[in-house]
């Protein structure tokens, strides 16, 4: 049986403490919730897990992001557009802190 495949990890710690982690596995196939292949989970908040953005596709769920508290889908379209999105809904954050 075929495994998933790392595609992408990286990790930045800002200077107040705070985390980026980015981890994108390529699948060994498409599913009808998962059809770009792809599983992922791009985290960004403190390291004891206070979560302030994050973009996932956890099983049940498709795509989809929190901004704190708040859950809402996400339309999928490319890895370099998932990695855009999920930066400039950090940069909203901070600034808005």
């Known amino acids: 049986m075929a495994k998933a495949e790392l595609a992408h990890h ?3 710690i800002y200077p107040d403490g705070t985390i980026r ?4 596995w390529r699948l ?3 599913s009808r919730e998962r059809s770009h292949g792809l599983k992922y989970r791009l985290y960004y908040g403190t390291a004891d897990g206070k979560c302030f953005v994050r973009y996932d596709n956890e099983t049940g769920k498709g795509d989809h992001k929190h901004i704190n508290d708040k859950e ?5 379209e490319t890895v370099e557009k998932l990695i855009e999105d999920f930066q ?3 940069d909203r ?3 808005a802190g």
Do not use: G, T, V
């Not at 982690?21 to 994108?24: D, K, N, S, V």
């Open 10 to 12: 990286s990790k930045l």
């Open 21 to 24: 982690e980015m981890i994108i």
């Open 28 to 30: 060994p196939r498409q």
């Open 72 to 76: 809402e889908a996400y339309q999928f």
């Open 88 to 90: 400039k809904d950090i």
């Open 93 to 95: 954050f901070r600034r």
